[in-house]
């Protein structure tokens, strides 16, 4: 009899029916609450990730037509430098103890050798989170209302109308000189200063007497109002905005956002061990504390209370903080929040034993389960997404951060003023004691 080879169907295809063979499946719990909510939907926002690939096990199981015995152990697994070995689920992976990791876990390179990855049937990602700062934070809103081009022109258009006035009021003075006589010479000091203060809106205590002179500072008035006008419209919008700014892992090390992570198994590990340079900086300078503790892995809870109060980055699975901030945040607190990627790897993926002689079978059963929609369905059931921003922004009132170059340019003119208040007055008195010790000689010696 000739047997068509394409017509003999896979092992892998001909052995889904297990016949209730008990599959033992690795758990990775790491809140002993989470014992009690595996299939209740509840507290969803704990160990996300276990309660999602518990049902896809199930599923699995059902579908092969098999049993299962649950293991539970608080990590995935690490390697210890000095055994080789691995602890966690990956640990019971490798030593016979267990046939599936029954929760999703990254790939990474050391891993590869030990178990086998099959599906990616977690799609989500772990992030810095937080609210846009204020412009005010991350740029000096006096500068921003005009581009450069335009404070050249503002300055020139200053200078150039001092210089004018002061030429036209040299001739008008001496054309005037015997009806003014008494009047005080302009120098070019004086006329700036004048047109500064024409700009800021404090009018000219110059008194033009000709035609030309009175024409150039009712111009001057009628375009510096315009420029102030909108300055001070840009200045109020601005003070207002959000800053976008912060966009890459660089420039949230550069920002003066505190930083924190969720304090899991996981974020602990990789903080501790990253090697990239700006990775590695953000968790030596903004998290590490100075006597090398990991202070700032802190409960998902009070990590979004700091995220919500501002100015604070928080690394944490999205899907599972975003539960928390559509039940805590305010409608208007929902908009602005910006993400950035840390930890810079792929989604987490089920795995097996290495070499499994159910590998085949339970790749296809997850390939099942994701064409049929289960696992987007059980992904949906526990994971929220992205809180929509249907409130707008609310009323920012303003703080010393809004102000401060202000008060920065107010506080060095008031020291360069005092200065030069000392410096003349000591001059002064060096010129007196002079004059004095002139008369005193010139009567000594009369």
Same mark, same amino acid.
């Given at each position: 009899?000739?047997?068509?080879?394409?017509?003999?169907?896979?092992?892998?295809?001909?052995?889904?029916?297990?016949?209730?063979?008990?599959?033992?499946?690795?758990?990775?719990?790491?809140?002993?609450?989470?014992?009690?909510?595996?299939?209740?939907?509840?507290?969803?926002?704990?160990?996300?990730?276990?309660?999602?690939?518990?049902?896809?096990?199930?599923?699995?199981?059902?579908?092969?037509?098999?049993?299962?015995?649950?293991?539970?152990?608080?990590?995935?697994?690490?390697?210890?430098?000095?055994?080789?070995?691995?602890?966690?689920?990956?640990?019971?992976?490798?030593?016979?103890?267990?046939?599936?990791?029954?929760?999703?876990?990254?790939?990474?390179?050391?891993?590869?050798?030990?178990?086998?990855?099959?599906?990616?049937?977690?799609?989500?990602?772990?992030?810095?989170?937080?609210?846009?700062?204020?412009?005010?934070?991350?740029?000096?809103?006096?500068?921003?209302?005009?581009?450069?081009?335009?404070?050249?022109?503002?300055?020139?258009?200053?200078?150039?109308?001092?210089?004018?006035?002061?030429?036209?009021?040299?001739?008008?003075?001496?054309?005037?000189?015997?009806?003014?006589?008494?009047?005080?010479?302009?120098?070019?000091?004086?006329?700036?200063?004048?047109?500064?203060?024409?700009?800021?809106?404090?009018?000219?205590?110059?008194?033009?007497?000709?035609?030309?002179?009175?024409?150039?500072?009712?111009?001057?008035?009628?375009?510096?109002?315009?420029?102030?006008?909108?300055?001070? !419209?840009?200045?109020?919008?601005?003070?207002?905005?959000?800053?976008?700014?912060?966009?890459?892992?660089?420039?949230?090390?550069?920002?003066?956002?505190?930083?924190?992570?969720?304090?899991?198994?996981?974020?602990?590990?990789?903080?501790?061990?990253?090697?990239?340079?700006?990775?590695?900086?953000?968790?030596?300078?903004?998290?590490?504390?100075?006597?090398? !503790?990991?202070?700032?892995?802190?409960?998902?809870?009070?990590?979004?209370?700091?995220?919500?109060?501002?100015?604070?980055?928080?690394?944490?699975?999205?899907?599972?903080?975003?539960?928390?901030?559509?039940?805590?945040?305010?409608?208007?607190?929902?908009?602005?929040?910006?993400?950035?990627?840390?930890?810079?790897?792929?989604?987490?993926?089920? !795995?097996?034993?290495?070499?499994?002689?159910?590998?085949?079978?339970?790749?296809?059963?997850?390939?099942?389960?994701?064409?049929?929609?289960?696992?987007?369905?059980?992904?949906?059931?526990?994971?929220?997404?992205?809180?929509?921003?249907?409130?707008?922004?609310?009323?920012?009132?303003?703080?010393?951060?809004?102000?401060?170059?202000?008060?920065?340019?107010?506080?060095?003119?008031?020291?360069?003023?005092?200065?030069?208040?000392?410096?003349?007055?000591?001059?002064?008195?060096?010129?007196?004691?002079?004059?004095? !010790?002139?008369?005193?000689?010139?009567?000594?010696?009369?």
């Amino acid at each position: 009899m000739i047997v068509n080879p394409q017509n003999i169907k896979r092992s892998s295809v001909r052995r889904q029916n297990l016949k209730r063979f008990k599959l033992r499946a690795s758990v990775v719990i790491t809140h002993n609450e989470t014992l009690n909510h595996l299939e209740d939907y509840r507290e969803k926002h704990v160990d996300t990730i276990t309660k999602k690939n518990y049902f896809l096990t199930k599923y699995l199981a059902e579908d092969l037509n098999a049993t299962l015995k649950f293991s539970y152990v608080n990590s995935w697994g690490y390697r210890n430098p000095k055994t080789g070995k691995f602890s966690g689920m990956i640990g019971e992976l490798q030593n016979d103890l267990a046939d599936l990791g029954g929760t999703a876990l990254f790939l990474t390179a050391d891993r590869i050798k030990e178990i086998d990855y099959l599906s990616m049937t977690t799609p989500t990602r772990a992030k810095f989170i937080f609210r846009s700062p204020k412009l005010s934070f991350t740029d000096n809103v006096f500068l921003l209302p005009f581009s450069a081009p335009v404070w050249i022109c503002i300055i020139s258009f200053i200078v150039l109308s001092g210089v004018l006035l002061l030429i036209i009021m040299k001739v008008e003075l001496r054309c005037t000189n015997v009806r003014y006589g008494n009047v005080i010479r302009p120098n070019l000091m004086d006329t700036v200063m004048n047109m500064f203060g024409t700009s800021c809106q404090q009018g000219s205590y110059l008194e033009p007497k000709s035609l030309p002179a009175k024409c150039l500072i009712l111009l001057s008035l009628i375009i510096l109002m315009f420029l102030y006008a909108s300055y001070s !419209a840009n200045i109020v919008a601005l003070i207002q905005s959000p800053s976008n700014k912060i966009r890459t892992l660089e420039d949230l090390l550069n920002s003066r956002l505190e930083t924190g992570a969720e304090d899991t198994v996981y974020n602990r590990y990789y903080f501790m061990h990253e090697t990239e340079p700006v990775r590695k900086a953000i968790y030596d300078r903004k998290m590490k504390t100075r006597d090398g !503790a990991g202070s700032s892995f802190i409960p998902l809870d009070k990590g979004v209370e700091r995220v919500r109060q501002g100015l604070y980055a928080f690394h944490v699975e999205l899907g599972v903080c975003y539960k928390v901030i559509s039940e805590t945040f305010q409608e208007d607190e929902k908009c602005g929040l910006q993400e950035i990627e840390y930890l810079n790897i792929i989604d987490p993926y089920y !795995a097996v034993q290495k070499n499994s002689s159910f590998r085949e079978l339970v790749r296809l059963s997850l390939f099942r389960l994701r064409e049929f929609g289960i696992q987007d369905r059980e992904h949906s059931m526990l994971y929220t997404r992205k809180p929509a921003c249907s409130g707008g922004s609310s009323f920012i009132p303003v703080s010393i951060v809004d102000v401060w170059p202000a008060l920065t340019l107010l506080t060095w003119a008031s020291g360069l003023a005092g200065g030069l208040l000392a410096g003349e007055t000591i001059w002064a008195r060096i010129r007196a004691q002079r004059n004095l !010790a002139k008369v005193a000689n010139g009567d000594f010696c009369g």
